[in-house]
C-alpha cells in the first residue's frame, strides 16, 4: 500500500485498487444543500477487503452519512433483514457470497417494489458491459473503483 498526495487530490495505491479523494474543503452553497439533505443517512457498504472498507467508511462518515459494514453478501442479506438502510454499496466479487446473488436475495426480501433500497455497485471492474450486469442484476447504480467523490454524490 502507498499514499500519494498530488495537489489537492490523495491516492491510496493498493494491490488491484486506487481509491482517491478530493481535499476536504467547504462545498459552495449548492453542494451543501445536497449534503443536508442526504446527512444522517444509514448506508450498508458490503466490501471484503478491510483496507477498502476504511477508506469508503471515511469518505462517507465525512458527508455525515452513517455507515454499517458487512464483509460478505451472506451478512449484507442478514442486515438488510434486520435493519432498514437508505442505501448498499455493494462489492461484486467477495467470498462466501458475491453481489450479484446478495442483491438477488435483498430483492426477494422486499415486499413492494416501489419501495426497493437503493443498491449501488461498487467494482474494480470497468469493462464494457458490467454496468449493464449490473442492472440486470437488480442494481441501481454502477460505480467504478477508485471511487470517486463527485459520482457518488451527485444526484
Known amino acids: 500500500m502507498r499514499v500519494k498526495k498530488e495537489g489537492e487530490r490523495c491516492f491510496l495505491?493498493?494491490?488491484d485498487t486506487i481509491f482517491f479523494s478530493d481535499s476536504i474543503s467547504p462545498p459552495d452553497i449548492k453542494d451543501r444543500d445536497k449534503l443536508k439533505q442526504i446527512r444522517g443517512a444509514r448506508i450498508l457498504l458490503v466490501e471484503d477487503n478491510e483496507?477498502?472498507?476504511q477508506v469508503a467508511?471515511?469518505?462517507l462518515a465525512q458527508k455525515g452519512l452513517i455507515v454499517d459494514i458487512a464483509d460478505n453478501g451472506k451478512k449484507a442479506v442478514e442486515m438488510v433483514r434486520t435493519t432498514k438502510y437508505?442505501?448498499?454499496?455493494?462489492?461484486?466479487r467477495m467470498p462466501v457470497m458475491g453481489g450479484f446473488e446478495a442483491t438477488d436475495h435483498i430483492r426477494d426480501l422486499e415486499q413492494d417494489p416501489q419501495s426497493s433500497i437503493p443498491i449501488i455497485a461498487m467494482t474494480a471492474h470497468a469493462m464494457s458491459g458490467d454496468r449493464e450486469k449490473s442492472m440486470e442484476a437488480?442494481?441501481?447504480?454502477?460505480v467504478t473503483?477508485?471511487?470517486?467523490?463527485n459520482q457518488l454524490f451527485q444526484p
Request: hydrophobic letters at 40%; zero cysteines; proline letters at 8%.
Open 57 to 59: 467508511e471515511e469518505l
Open 145 to 149: 473503483k477508485p471511487i470517486d467523490p
Open 86 to 92: 437508505d442505501a448498499v454499496l455493494m462489492d461484486i
Open 138 to 142: 437488480g442494481m441501481n447504480d454502477h
Open 13 to 15: 495505491f493498493m494491490k
Open 51 to 53: 483496507i477498502n472498507q
